[in-house]
């Protein structure tokens, strides 16, 4: 586990040490939450004018249920892991790209297991009508490495978010998603 730990703290300092003030703006505009705001509307467009109706329900509650799940999951694990922030161990001793300040323990990202989650789920909605839906991951992986690069969190953090977010789609689409459209 030290290992682990240890190359974790590795990586994280390689990545964040890529940064550069000309890219701050970017990163610090790209993990601002509301920024994606439109493609969240955008996936809500697609939804409508793809499915019926009542498939288009079944689709939100089963998203708006999986978000909520992963979310309270993430916290029960942030506090009961209770990792620091590398900002808050490592910014006296390395000098680390520290670009936000944030409270709270690190372990397992909230952005990472939100935004593969969802992009996930869609993604399993929309695979066979829409092949060319893969492309919606690159939401996730540019909105999860913007958190290593602002110093917030470990790469561990958003490999394990990004495990959660997409086995907690997986999980709601096969057993609660596809047991909605059965009793329709």
């Given at each position: 586990?030290?290992?682990?730990?240890?190359?974790?703290?590795?990586?994280?300092?390689?990545?964040?040490?890529?940064?550069?003030?000309?890219?701050?703006?970017?990163?610090?505009?790209?993990?601002?939450?509301?920024?994606?705001?439109?493609?969240?509307?955008?996936?809500?467009?697609?939804?409508?004018?793809?499915?019926?109706?009542?498939?288009?329900y079944k689709m939100?509650?089963?998203?708006?249920?999986?978000?909520?799940?992963?979310?309270?999951?993430?916290?029960?694990?942030?506090?009961?892991?209770?990792?620091?922030?590398?900002?808050?161990?490592?910014?006296?001793?390395?000098?680390?790209?520290?670009?936000?300040?944030?409270?709270?323990?690190?372990?397992?990202?909230?952005?990472?297991?939100?935004?593969?989650?969802?992009?996930?789920?869609?993604?399993?909605?929309?695979?066979?009508?829409?092949?060319?839906?893969?492309?919606?991951?690159?939401?996730?992986?540019?909105?999860?490495?913007?958190?290593?690069?602002?110093?917030?969190?470990?790469?561990?953090?958003?490999?394990?978010?990004?495990?959660?977010?997409?086995?907690?789609?997986?999980?709601?689409?096969?057993?609660?998603?596809?047991?909605?459209?059965?009793?329709?």
């Amino acid at each position: 586990m030290e290992q682990l730990l240890l190359w974790d703290q590795r990586c994280f300092l390689y990545l964040n040490g890529l940064g550069n003030s000309d890219w701050d703006p970017f990163f610090l505009t790209v993990t601002f939450t509301p920024i994606w705001f439109p493609l969240f509307l955008y996936f809500f467009w697609l939804a409508y004018v793809s499915v019926p109706l009542k498939t288009l329900y079944k689709m939100l509650l089963t998203t708006a249920i999986m978000v909520v799940s992963v979310a309270l999951l993430g916290m029960l694990v942030k506090y009961g892991v209770g990792r620091p922030r590398p900002h808050q161990v490592l910014d006296s001793s390395f000098a680390i790209r520290a670009l936000k300040a944030i409270d709270g323990p690190s372990f397992f990202s909230g952005h990472a297991s939100s935004s593969f989650a969802i992009v996930g789920l869609l993604w399993l909605f929309f695979k066979d009508q829409k092949p060319w839906f893969w492309v919606f991951f690159s939401w996730p992986i540019l909105y999860s490495f913007s958190r290593v690069y602002i110093g917030v969190h470990y790469p561990l953090d958003l490999l394990c978010g990004a495990g959660v977010g997409l086995l907690a789609a997986y999980a709601f689409y096969n057993h609660f998603f596809l047991s909605l459209l059965k009793k329709t």
